[in-house]
């Protein structure tokens, strides 16, 4: 991987005319999308929209995919997902994915990357265990748990808490309210707009329209594999037919 190419003012992750399949299904057509840096994009849309698998297809995660990826301002559509992670593009799945064997600490020392900066020099907020558990307060009263005798809201701070330790630019983050408490999804919300504060770009798949709104600037709507609505976080509120029409709502 060459070395980031970005300017300030530059997008952190921009794709381009993606398309993905899963098998002979043909099932993103042409998404387009921009995440900038210390931005919170979400990414809306009903069950079965394409939103995951638009998440998957940046993450390099389908063998299947067309279309134009750059992040950090070189361009990731051909690599495998192990070389875009490494890059400090993190990845959240929707299924957590944690090692059910391991540690919490153990899970942490999975997602173990070295320091990184910014184009301008500046450093990328560093992560460390003990920076984590002050986020997620509840991992750091059971650090020698195993992840499988953690409850579902815990196993999802500890997936977020790995892909932390990946000192990422960027986070893919799937569907982080779906599931769990809301105590859960109120704590997640504070560690979006935390991570947002420190500049860390966000793509945000997402159902839950009042959570997405606490959070997000701005909404890409999808809608049988397209993009059918984008704009400021704050004006869907006012366009009722495309709630209605896409989100159900």
Not at 56 to 81: T, Y
Not at 193 to 198: E, S
Request: charged share 20%; glycine share 12%; proline share 6%.
């Amino acid at each position: 991987m060459s070395e980031v190419q970005t300017t300030p003012s530059s997008p952190l992750l921009q794709v381009e005319g993606l398309n993905a399949w899963y098998g002979a299904a043909h099932i993103l057509h042409g998404v387009s999308l921009q995440v900038g840096r210390g931005e919170v994009v979400a990414l809306m849309g009903r069950n079965g929209a394409g939103k995951s698998t638009t998440l998957k297809s940046i993450a390099g995660l389908l063998e299947r995919r067309k279309g134009k990826v750059l992040f950090m301002g070189n361009a990731i559509q051909g690599k495998a997902s192990h070389q875009i992670a490494r890059a400090g593009l993190g990845y959240v799945p929707e299924d957590r994915r944690i090692f059910t064997e391991l540690t919490v600490m153990e899970n942490l020392e999975v997602g173990r990357q070295k320091a990184r900066l910014w184009p301008d020099g500046s450093p990328v907020p560093h992560w460390t265990p003990e920076k984590l558990f002050a986020l997620f307060p509840n991992l750091g009263e059971m650090p020698q748990r195993p992840g499988g005798q953690m409850s579902g809201g815990e196993q999802q701070m500890l997936s977020v808490a790995r892909t932390l330790m990946g000192q990422p630019y960027v986070v893919l983050l799937d569907e982080p309210s779906e599931g769990v408490a809301p105590l859960i999804v109120e704590q997640m919300a504070r560690t979006i707009l935390a991570l947002k504060a420190q500049g860390i770009g966000i793509l945000l798949s997402e159902q839950n329209l009042p959570f997405a709104q606490v959070v997000a600037d701005r909404v890409y709507v999808l809608e049988k594999g397209q993009i059918v609505h984008s704009g400021p976080m704050a004006e869907l509120a006012g366009h009722a037919q495309v709630r209605q029409q896409y989100l159900g709502l």
